[in-house]
Structures are given as C-alpha cells and as structure tokens.
C-alpha cells in the first residue's frame, strides 16, 4: 500500500505546472462543456441548417428545402435594413463598451475603500443586474401603468429642452480645445449614463474581486519606499488589475450585442417569430453571430498585446 501512495505522489509530483494547469482549466470550464453538448449543440446545427433552407411549416411539422447561400445573399445584397442595422448596433458597442470599463473600474475601486455603508454601496451598485434580469424586465415590459409612466416621463424629459442642454455641454467641450472625435464620444456616454449604470454591475463585482486580491504588503513596502498614491496605481493597483480588463470586456461586448433592446436583436427576433422567415432569419443570426466572433478576436487580440506591453 505504501508503494502505491509512493507511485501515486511521483505520478502527480511528476506533472509540469501547465498540465496541473491544464487539467484544473479543464474541470472549471467542463460544466459549461456538458451544458453546451446536452442544451446548445443541437439547436446550434439546427439553426445552421435552417440558414441554408427554406422552411415552410405544415400540418405535420415543417418541411426543408435546400437554397444553398441564397438567404445569406438575400439578407446582405437585397435587404435593405440588416447592413445599416448592423453597422448601428456595432457602433454603439464601440461606443459603450470603453465607457462601461472605466466607469466599472472607478466605482470598483470607490467601493474598494474603507467607509461606513460599504456594504449597502456595494449592493446598490449591483442591484441593476437583479432589476434588468429576464423575469423583472418581462414583468416590467408587460406592466402597462409602468409602460405610460416611462412613456409620459420621456415626453417631459423631450420637452424640458434635453437638446438645448447636450447642445451646451457641446459648447464648452469646444471652448477648452477638445479634439472633436472625444467630444462626440463624451457627448455619446453622457446621453447613455442610465444604460452604461445598467450595464456595470458585474464588471464592478470582478474588478472589485481583482481589487482586493492584490497583497496589502506591495504597498506598504511600496509607500516605505517613498512612492505616492498615484505611483501605486500605476504600478501596482494597474498592472495587477489589467488582465480582468479583458475579461470585462469580453462580457461587455457579448452583453451588448445581445442585449434585447439592440436594434439587431430585435431585428432578428421580428423576422424569425411575427414574420415567421425562419431560413432568412437564421442567415440573419449567423451573419451576427460571426461578426461578433471577428469583433470578439480582433478586440482580444489587440487587448491581450497591450496588456502584456504594459505588464513588462
């Protein structure tokens, strides 16, 4: 038995790190693996095969013919709304994603500090998430008191000169020399505040997690050394942090991409349920769907190089 314990601790001692590694990554991502294999996998085929098809339903369920590219070319030459559609949605992720990174990230380290209420703070900042999960925001949506109230509430936000005020905020952006690319942006995420608070609650919780992770002995040993607060952050509290700005903006582009108010998804949606185009639609989705996946690598790609620029 004693040898056994022996060849068991040389087997495992035996290993190198990137396979302990390896074998760990495996056993975190394995129940996303059967989940993916059991509940996506199939609806997945069957979309794609749906794409490449008209279908036409009957009596008896619904019947497959083959149209080769034809849904894809119809959805990208003839179409008149998917191209603009899309080039609007993207927009808008390149607009708000940058925005809901630095905003997460200022109020994770906010609430990293000690003060009194830290906890209802912290609470508060995630408390979005709970209220824009699927089954308040259906509740919501099929409220009709609700729905006149925001409607009415819109109507008097048009009314008290909104356009006069981002006309002015405009103005005094020019007035200290603003290249106009920022102000537009800054224009942009002013407009978006209530959807950019929405949509920063767990980019918060990770930051935050990252936050305080980070061994308080670096900065003693950094502030004995002489350095200040902002020297810290730039070499500590930065440097440290910086790969979670990958993973938060990995999250934040596919939240945004699929989040049921984009004007994408709802395209999609319309033309696949209350038009029933299933073929048509599902050439409309995988369209999207790759685009995501360029957008997703290109963004990684340059993200992960600046990151490891900066971490040496």
Same mark, same amino acid.
């Given at each position: 038995?004693?040898?056994?314990?022996?060849?068991?601790?040389?087997?495992?001692?035996?290993?190198?790190?990137?396979?302990?590694?390896?074998?760990?990554?495996?056993?975190?991502? =394995?129940?996303f693996?059967?989940?993916?294999?059991?509940?996506?996998?199939?609806?997945?085929?069957?979309?794609?095969?749906?794409?490449?098809?008209?279908?036409?339903?009957t009596?008896?369920?619904?019947?497959?013919?083959?149209?080769?590219?034809?849904?894809?070319?119809?959805?990208?030459?003839?179409?008149?709304?998917?191209?603009?559609?899309?080039?609007?949605?993207?927009?808008?992720?390149?607009?708000?994603?940058?925005?809901?990174?630095?905003?997460?990230?200022?109020?994770?380290?906010?609430?990293?500090?000690?003060?009194?209420?830290?906890?209802?703070?912290?609470?508060?900042?995630?408390?979005?998430?709970?209220?824009?999960?699927?089954?308040?925001?259906?509740?919501?949506? =099929?409220?009709?008191?609700?729905?006149?109230?925001?409607?009415?509430?819109?109507?008097?936000?048009?009314?008290?000169?909104?356009?006069?005020?981002?006309?002015?905020?405009?103005?005094?952006?020019?007035?200290?020399?603003?290249?106009?690319?920022?102000?537009?942006?800054?224009?942009?995420a002013?407009?978006?505040?209530?959807?950019?608070v929405?949509?920063?609650g767990?980019?918060?919780?990770?930051?935050?997690?990252?936050?305080?992770?980070?061994?308080?002995?670096?900065?003693?040993?950094?502030?004995?050394?002489?350095?200040?607060?902002?020297?810290?952050?730039?070499?500590?509290?930065?440097?440290?942090?910086?790969?979670?700005?990958?993973?938060?903006?990995?999250?934040?582009?596919?939240?945004t991409?699929?989040?049921?108010?984009?004007?994408?998804?709802?395209?999609?949606?319309?033309?696949?349920?209350?038009?029933?185009?299933?073929?048509?639609?599902?050439?409309?989705?995988?369209?999207?769907?790759?685009?995501?996946?360029?957008?997703?690598?290109?963004?990684?790609?340059?993200?992960m190089?600046?990151?490891?620029?900066?971490?040496?």
């Amino acid at each position: 038995m004693n040898a056994n314990v022996k060849t068991k601790r040389k087997l495992i001692g035996g290993l190198t790190l990137s396979q302990q590694r390896a074998g760990l990554g495996f056993l975190f991502i =394995s129940p996303f693996l059967i989940g993916f294999i059991f509940f996506f996998i199939t609806p997945l085929i069957q979309s794609l095969t749906f794409s490449f098809s008209n279908l036409k339903v009957t009596g008896s369920g619904f019947t497959l013919s083959n149209v080769g590219f034809a849904n894809f070319n119809q959805v990208l030459r003839v179409d008149p709304n998917f191209v603009p559609s899309l080039i609007t949605t993207i927009l808008q992720m390149v607009s708000k994603v940058p925005v809901v990174i630095i905003f997460s990230f200022f109020a994770a380290t906010l609430l990293h500090q000690k003060f009194k209420g830290r906890g209802f703070a912290r609470s508060v900042f995630f408390l979005p998430v709970i209220l824009t999960s699927g089954i308040i925001i259906s509740m919501e949506s =099929s409220d009709l008191l609700l729905n006149s109230a925001q409607q009415v509430a819109e109507e008097e936000l048009e009314s008290n000169n909104k356009g006069m005020q981002f006309l002015q905020f405009r103005q005094l952006l020019f007035s200290i020399n603003m290249p106009l690319p920022i102000i537009n942006f800054l224009v942009l995420a002013v407009d978006q505040i209530y959807e950019i608070v929405i949509a920063s609650g767990v980019q918060i919780l990770i930051f935050l997690a990252g936050l305080q992770s980070i061994p308080k002995a670096l900065y003693e040993a950094s502030t004995m050394d002489g350095a200040t607060g902002w020297e810290n952050f730039w070499k500590i509290t930065f440097p440290m942090i910086s790969p979670l700005i990958l993973v938060n903006m990995v999250y934040t582009v596919i939240n945004t991409f699929t989040s049921p108010d984009n004007q994408m998804m709802q395209t999609i949606q319309s033309t696949i349920f209350s038009k029933s185009q299933f073929g048509f639609g599902s050439a409309m989705a995988w369209i999207y769907f790759v685009s995501i996946a360029i957008i997703l690598a290109v963004m990684s790609g340059i993200l992960m190089k600046l990151i490891a620029k900066y971490q040496h």
